[in-house]
């Protein structure tokens, strides 16, 4: 959600790739993709956009820490950033997801929104749950 030089953001997709690699994720089991490859991501969540009211994403708590370190100025990216996560979950109709305890209020959004839609358009997201690590 914040502005990068392109030859930083070309260096840290590179240095992210060989950080998955390097922990064991082994591509021949696994598909690797860059998401910004994927116009699906950006389309689903417009489409998921129009359909979260804004008074909830502004009640998000790390929408208020992030603005406020930000002089109270956030972006609208910073503030759809949550529904951009929901459409990554629900593209893939994932049934559950890893999350840690930051991240339970954003799965809850993506929740909430597979609700909605399945309530307007019919069943069509699998509600995905949270497999919280155990530390």
């Known amino acids: 959600t914040m502005p990068k030089e392109p030859a930083v953001l070309r260096q840290n997709i590179l240095d992210t790739t060989a950080a998955v690699l390097a922990c064991g994720i082994d591509p021949?089991?696994?598909?690797?993709?860059?998401?910004?490859?994927?116009?699906?991501?950006?389309?689903?969540?417009?489409?998921?956009?129009?359909?979260?009211?804004?008074?909830?994403?502004?009640?998000l708590p790390q929408w208020k820490m992030k603005r406020a370190s930000q002089n109270n100025e956030g972006t609208v990216g910073l503030l759809t950033y949550p529904v951009l996560q929901a459409a990554d979950i629900l593209l893939y109709k994932s049934t559950h997801v890893p999350v840690g305890e930051d991240q339970v209020l954003h799965l809850e959004l993506a929740q909430d929104i597979a609700q909605h839609f399945n309530k307007k358009y019919g069943e069509f997201f699998p509600v995905p749950k949270a497999i919280l690590s155990e530390l």
């Open 28 to 59: 021949k089991k696994c598909f690797l993709f860059r998401q910004s490859l994927v116009p699906e991501h950006a389309e689903l969540a417009w489409i998921l956009g129009c359909l979260t009211n804004v008074p909830r994403l502004l009640r």
